[in-house]
């Protein structure tokens, strides 16, 4: 027993010392753009503290999740007063472009053309802003601190006026307006800790919808005006490990609003109850071997006080959830969707990486007027496998071109392809 307790003393005071080296110094190699002195205060190792190599490890994943970084590692040099740590640093390329195109609903082209700094003034500040042409013009500016007060709190604001062609499906058959919102958005942005993250804020927005067309549908309105508030909270637990193109770990994300309708158009007021918007996604990634990577998204949506309502919030769309089904084919009061693919390094030679990808896209939708028993009896599913290919450079900020292609499966199925900029997911 005397043995036993000696051996655990030992190894007590082994891991002790091995704590307990002082940190003398905090340096850092390769910073070009990036404020040293917004690093030091992010990391949680200081300088006069008992050296603790978990949270240096820690504070290397936190830092690979910055958008200017885009990887980083340490080196210690121990003497006998303590450790000297440096960190070595390989900033990403923070200013993005961001082309897309599509198909407007009307049969058109359609493109969206943006410019994102994501490493604004050296401590990752976001600026930027889009002009969209999907049939009619739009446009929208964003920022965004998240460390402005300190490493736990910041704030972001932006603003949107966004004119599209959308179709509304009724029970007396479908109807294209011309939708316009304009929207300005401030928020709080909370780090509570290492894997912990919230946002709150709240949305003014101010939307009209009319009627595109000569014939008009009999009992649906020809013209609709709101001005809402959308108060709205999010939360996000990130567990990620990050290497470049691959990812390892979960990450989930709920997002809650509280859509009030502050006045309406009387002409429509039976669409525009207040409810409540409720969505949570969750992602799981696996790195497979040396160049596989497994990436799945389970995405469950609800929407409570406005069942009946047409202008249902969640969208059945290529970029936002099934790849190859088209642009806003559907709405839905509630949303069950899975995707789940397979991304595999091809090529990989300096910054530039070539990735296949094979993926299934699946999910459920309840129309309105409908129960939740429609997400399971299979009427609103929809099923998409695909093929794609990623181009990437890993010393871009998300400089990943996607190109994707789903092939529906099922009586009415439609195939697609898709192009974005990051991965799907």
């Given amino acids: 027993m005397k043995k036993i307790i000696a051996s655990l003393l030992v190894l007590l005071s082994l891991q002790v010392a091995a704590q307990e080296g002082k940190v003398l110094k905090i340096e850092f190699e390769g910073l070009k753009k990036t404020k040293e002195a917004f690093l030091s205060r992010l990391i949680k190792t200081k300088e006069n503290e008992p050296y603790d190599k978990d949270k240096v490890n820690l504070d290397i994943e936190r830092l690979k999740r910055l958008p200017g970084i885009a990887n980083a590692s340490f080196k210690e040099n121990t003497d006998s007063d303590g450790v000297t740590l440096t960190y070595t640093i390989e900033e990403n390329f923070t200013i993005i472009p961001g082309p897309r195109i599509s198909t407007a609903s009307d049969g058109s082209f359609a493109y969206r053309l943006s410019l994102f700094e994501f490493n604004f003034l050296g401590n990752n500040q976001l600026i930027g802003g889009f002009y969209e042409k999907n049939v009619f013009n739009s446009y929208g500016a964003f920022w965004e601190h998240p460390f402005l007060f ?140 040396a160049k596989g990577n497994w990436a799945n998204r389970l995405r469950l949506a609800a929407a409570l006080g406005n069942e009946d309502s047409p202008f249902a919030p969640f969208t059945l769309d290529n970029q936002l959830n099934i790849r ?102």
Avoid: C
């Fill in 324 to 425: 190859g089904v088209g642009n806003v084919v559907d709405r839905g009061t509630a949303a069950i969707v899975l995707n789940t693919e397979y991304r595999h390094t091809l090529y990989e030679k300096g910054w530039f990486v070539i990735q296949s990808n094979t993926f299934i896209d699946a999910g459920s939708w309840r129309n309105p007027g409908e129960g939740f028993s429609q997400l399971f009896n299979g009427s609103s599913t929809r099923l998409y496998p695909g093929l794609g290919i990623r181009f990437i450079h890993k010393r871009i900020f998300n400089a990943v071109f996607r190109l994707d292609y789903g092939f529906g499966v099922g009586n009415n199925a439609t195939n697609g392809l898709v192009f974005g900029i990051g991965q799907y997911f």
């Fill in 150 to 289: 300190s490493d736990k709190i910041g704030l972001g604001f932006n603003y949107q006026d966004i004119t599209r062609e959308e179709p509304i499906f009724f029970e007396e058959g479908e109807k294209d307006y011309r939708f316009n919102s304009k929207m300005l958005e401030g928020k709080l942005l909370f780090s509570f800790d290492f894997n912990n993250e919230a946002e709150l804020g709240a949305v003014w927005v101010k939307e009209n919808y009319r009627f595109e067309g000569d014939d008009p549908i009999l009992g649906t309105p020809a013209n609709l005006d709101a001005d809402k508030w959308f108060y709205r909270t999010a939360y996000r637990y990130v567990d990620i490990d990050i290497d470049y193109q691959y990812f390892d770990g979960v990450q989930s994300e709920f997002i809650g609003q509280y859509i009030h309708f502050q006045n309406g158009d009387t002409a429509g007021e039976e669409f525009l109850n207040d409810f409540l918007s409720l969505r949570n996604d969750v992602i799981y990634y696996k790195k497979l071997g």
